[in-house]
């Protein structure tokens, strides 16, 4: 029998059950439409795969498309996020020069690593529409998404199935 930890909350759960229903690529964009339908500050939700050295935009729910599909590593906020290994938020997006721009609309961003195995392999990228639109407590159900998040990324980046 198991009881659930304290970080189980019904978002997390809900998550899971993505997860253990769908794979790969397919379950990065199911976790993306639910971030953003669940939570009104999430208006972008984004995952990008590492690729060597270039992040690669593999899934995303939002009103518009990115431009910024494949960043280098070190550039923009996700670019630091996977440089410096660690969730990075940014209250005001205006007031940072590494911010890549995507929408006008954007204020705030967080970007929080995905790993497996204790290696980077993506990150999840939300771009808020208010300057502080993210706290501790995003970061923290964030960082239980991303531990969860590794397989699929993994899968995503390998080759597609041919039938
Ligand atoms: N703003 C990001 C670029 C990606 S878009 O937000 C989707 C950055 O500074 O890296």
Known sequence: MTVPGRDQTPA???VEAILSRISGRQALQEV??????SFPHYPWVGVYRLDGETLVLDAWD????????RIPVG???????VREDRTVIVDDVRADPNYLACFLETRAEVVVPIRLEGRVVGEID????????????????LESVAARLGPAVD?????????
């Open 126 to 141: 939300i771009d808020g529409n208010a300057v502080r639109a993210f706290d501790a407590s995003d970061r923290q159900f």
């Open 32 to 37: 993306c439409r639910f971030l953003r339908r």
């Open 62 to 69: 939002g009103a518009q498309a990115t431009e910024h599909t």
């Open 75 to 81: 550039r923009g906020i996700c670019g630091q996020a």
């Open 12 to 14: 997390l759960l809900q």
């Open 155 to 163: 899968l995503s980046g390998a080759a597609l199935p041919t039938a």
